[in-house]
């Protein structure tokens, strides 16, 4: 069972900055698409940043020039850099990996346990 362990969210004034990472316990042979999620109380989870299979990345049009993904493959982690915080941006945030493991060769859409951004005077 792959797992998807978050880390680095937390409360921080607007105009300030987060990076949250997100390892994963196992290793994939192709990826399909990685990225980041988010939940705001009240509304339906959103697309925040992706990579996709063929090289692309996706962001947010609310986020665009703000956020930045990126990923260390060496280390199975994927980072959301986020600049430039508003209060608009407060939410739980969620990586997710759609990915076939290496060892089983099995595909699967997996999520991480969330991790909470505040961002508030």
């Known amino acids: 069972q792959v797992q998807l362990v978050e880390s680095g969210g937390g409360s921080v004034q607007p105009g300030g900055s987060l990076r949250l990472s997100c390892a994963a316990s196992?290793?994939?042979?192709?990826?399909?698409?990685m990225g980041w999620y988010r939940q705001a109380p009240g509304n339906r989870r959103e697309l925040v940043a992706l990579?996709?299979?063929?090289?692309?990345?996706d962001y947010a049009d609310s986020v665009q020039g703000r956020f930045t993904l990126s990923r260390d493959n060496a280390k199975n982690t994927i980072y959301l850099q986020m600049d430039s915080l508003k209060p608009e941006d407060t939410a739980v945030y969620y990586c997710?990996?759609?990915?076939?493991?290496?060892?089983?060769?099995?595909?699967?859409?997996?999520w991480g346990q969330g991790t909470q951004v505040t961002v508030s005077p």
């Open positions: 997710n990996i759609d990915a076939r493991i290496m060892a089983t060769r099995e595909r699967g859409d997996f």
């Open positions: 196992l290793e994939f042979d192709v990826i399909y698409a």
């Open positions: 990579f996709t299979f063929g090289g692309k990345t």
